[in-house]
């Protein structure tokens, strides 16, 4: 093990499981499907139904910063285990039903292993790279992860429509399809062996952490990434209802938005990257939003199918860039404070909370175009954020 070329061979052979990993951590995106589903079977409004995209992203809030205390403790790889043996369980328990106590319980175990995920399995790509191709890496397991979002409504709608009495879960089978890779990651994690140097410098606390708001880029950067997740989960949740609204489409036919959605996210990955190296941040992140205001119209105003699913397209690929460059412009701004920044802008993802909490309350008062209204101002948050990529980035 002492032996270079064996740590080499090692390394190669453990990002393996570690890309597994990515796909389970695309798990936390059947929220928006599954909450479809459960909303028909058990006959609840749309505000009631988005209780449980909320409670998914509530998580964020409370165990990012102590997640990355918790690596201090015992290591990213033990951490990363942790994270799937709670996914493991939140995809245990639908199979045994489908109660509205029983999926809170799911939803919420799901959000609290993939905090636990989002905050230790980057860091974990680190150790295992050893620094070589690091963002490479990263962005592909970013593509790995996306799999594992769009493939979702696809096996709910498999299994919504196939008779399977033995099993009895229709829909749920997307559950357990799931946790069969899931427990297989688990183990092959845990007899993967990863060496990790010793980690330095105190972890970050809530009080450090949240002083750093009172710094203006810092607190904007938080604010932009809220409203990228807000986005993200609002979409991802409403594009199926806007479709059944406006079409008359039943749900498994409308569940195709997601996967259309997750799709164009993928794509946007993908190519960001490239374009982030020929364009400056700035020119990139307006082209974004441009796109998610047209999509935010198209949204609103749309009635053909043609023009839904090129809005649904559009904020797949307009906000799938958004997170990464709101949180580099926050860690330039304060390098020395790297540790704390980082544990605040995961923090952000509870911005996936506040939005389908405050989409359902209006898509109940006024149909899905009040759920599009509240996603249109996390876009126009995004056209004033644009001024500060300006002052922190140069020519």
């Excluded at 245990?92 to 959000?111: D, I, K, R, T, Y």
């Excluded at 606390?205 to 986005?231: A, D, N, Q, R, Y």
């Amino acid at each position: 093990m002492n032996n270079p070329k064996d740590m080499a061979k090692t390394s190669k052979l453990a990002i393996i499981p570690v890309m597994l990993c990515f796909f389970c951590m695309g798990f936390v995106d059947l929220v928006g499907i599954a909450s479809n589903y459960v909303k028909e079977d058990l006959g609840l409004t749309d505000s009631v139904a988005n209780i449980f995209p909320s409670l998914v992203f509530f998580w964020f809030l409370i165990f990012s910063v102590p997640t990355g205390m918790l690596m201090n403790k015992i290591g990213r790889k033990q951490t990363v285990l942790l994270s799937l043996l709670v996914t493991v369980v939140s995809l245990v328990l639908p199979l045994f039903g489908e109660s509205f106590g029983v999926m809170l319980v799911a939803f919420s175990l799901l959000g609290i292993g993939n905090a636990l995920m989002q905050t230790s399995l980057n860091p974990l790509v680190s150790t295992v790279m050893g620094g070589g191709n690091l963002a490479s890496t990263l962005t592909f397991g970013q593509f790995v992860k996306a799999i594992a979002s769009f493939s979702a409504p696809y096996l709910a709608m498999w299994g919504a429509t196939q008779v399977i009495p033995e099993l009895g879960l229709n829909w749920r089978v997307l559950f357990a399809i799931f946790l069969v890779v899931g427990a297989l990651s688990t183990l092959w994690l845990w007899l993967t062996p990863i060496e990790e140097a010793p980690i330095e410098g105190k972890p970050s606390t809530f009080v450090e952490c949240f002083k750093l708001l009172g710094t203006p880029i810092v607190l904007l950067s938080f604010l932009g990434i809220m409203c990228h997740v807000g986005i993200d989960v609002g979409t991802n949740t409403t594009a199926p209802k806007i479709l059944m609204e406006r079409l008359g489409m039943t749900l498994n036919e409308a569940a195709f938005a997601t996967s259309l959605y997750f799709i164009f996210r993928t794509i946007g990955c993908l190519t960001g990257s490239f374009f982030l190296r020929v364009l400056r941040m700035r020119t990139f992140f307006i082209i974004s939003v441009c796109m998610m205001a047209l999509s935010m119209c198209g949204l609103y105003f749309g009635q053909t199918k043609l023009v839904l699913y090129a809005a649904i397209a559009l904020v797949g690929y307009g906000n799938s860039n958004v997170f990464s460059m709101c949180f580099a412009t926050a860690l330039e701004s304060m390098p020395e404070k790297q540790n704390e920044v980082s544990g605040l802008m995961i923090m952000g993802l509870f911005g996936g909370t506040v939005f389908p909490l405050l989409m359902g309350v209006m898509s109940d008062a006024m149909g899905q175009a009040g759920a599009v209204l509240v996603m249109a101002v996390g876009v126009i948050y995004l056209f004033t954020y644009i001024k500060q990529l300006k002052t922190r980035i140069g020519s």
